[in-house]
């Protein structure tokens, strides 16, 4: 008698690897995806050239079919509002430049040290302020960090380090552990906040090692994550956000007011209640960063101000995030209201 034979087991999900290197770059891809071809004329060419269209397709999965003005749509497209060149809008708008101390290494606030880790995302959001930074000539990791490390070390009154970029969890675990084993040897380092959009974006990414690796910090640690509408979370998401407050991490969320995208009192609750949901507390609501090629996105601070203050009478205060502009040169973030 022949054995009837075993049953395959299911195929393993691609990991986040995978995912990344399987993202979406093609604009016009993208929306034949999205059942939206007859859209591909907004669609701006010159704008993907300088900052190329890059969308996980777990994002893209988000996205409502058949729909040009979804709002994960509207944050990942390139489009010919972007060629227009708008007075008051430049290159650097929060000024990085003027606050760079050493190689990968910004300096605004006191106290508090910003490593720009990687110039990788696993999105390229239109609305990025770092849209136009050099990443090739001025990411931390640059000589092993070294410069960086020891510009920290040298400082003793840094006592949180944030890790941005570019997206800190883009890099891979082991060279994560690198930096963190360094800035462990300092010893006025009391904090670690980690900015991220990747548990939102890229859940997957949220791996075993990942999550090891974040137990085994010797500081309090706050992931702050990125989200700016509700429909960015799914179960998917909120597993990865599950475990990331499970190594024992604080979990915050910052958006920007994006016209098209949130700017409705409707939209911002949503994203608020949504995000609770998930395990995370709103924590700030930028007001965009005027970078060239963004004006379309802008929300006047009128606007803004009354939304925030309708927000303010619908949610209870801890569902409220702070509502706040970057100005260079400023002690910290400028609040609205």
Not at 149 to 175: N, W
Not at 239 to 244: F, N, T
Not at 286 to 298: I, K, N, P, S
């Amino acid at each position: 008698m022949i054995a009837e034979p075993l049953p395959l087991p299911p195929l393993a999900a691609p990991d986040w690897r995978h995912q990344w290197r399987d993202a979406v770059r093609d604009p016009r891809q993208l929306l034949a995806l999205l059942g939206l071809d007859a859209h591909a004329a907004r669609i701006s060419d010159a704008a993907a050239a300088q900052f190329p269209l890059r969308v996980p397709r777990a994002f893209v999965a988000r996205m409502r079919h058949g729909d040009a003005a979804d709002p994960l749509l509207r944050q990942v497209l390139p489009l010919d509002e972007e060629d227009r060149i708008v007075p008051g809008f430049g290159i650097d708008a929060v000024g990085d430049t003027a606050a760079r101390t050493a190689h990968g290494v910004l300096q605004k606030y006191r106290g508090r040290a910003l490593l720009v880790a990687t110039g990788s995302c696993a999105v390229h959001c239109r609305y990025c302020f770092r849209r136009h930074f050099d990443y090739a000539g001025d990411t931390a990791a640059a000589g092993g960090w070294a410069q960086a490390i020891a510009r920290i070390a040298d400082d003793p009154t840094i006592d949180e380090v944030l890790l941005s970029g570019g997206d800190p969890l883009s890099l891979a675990t082991p060279k994560l552990t690198e930096l963190t084993d360094a800035l462990a040897r300092i010893p006025h380092l009391k904090r670690l906040r980690i900015h991220t959009r990747l548990p939102i974006v890229l859940p997957d990414r949220v791996d075993d090692g990942l999550v090891a690796w974040l137990h085994a910090l010797p500081w309090p640690v706050t992931v702050v994550v990125h989200a700016n509408h509700a429909n960015e979370f799914d179960g998917a998401v909120d597993a990865a956000l599950a475990r990331l407050r499970d190594a024992g991490a604080m979990l915050l969320n910052q958006a920007v007011l994006l016209r098209g995208v949130n700017d409705s009192v409707d939209a911002l609750a949503a994203l608020s209640e949504r995000g609770h949901r998930a395990g995370v507390l709103p924590y700030y609501l930028h007001q965009l960063d005027r970078v060239q090629g963004t004006a379309h996105f802008e929300v006047d601070d009128t606007r803004a101000i009354a939304l925030h203050r309708a927000l303010a009478a619908r949610l209870s205060g801890y569902l409220v995030p702070r509502l706040v502009r970057e100005l260079p040169g400023d002690p910290g973030k400028r609040p609205l209201v």
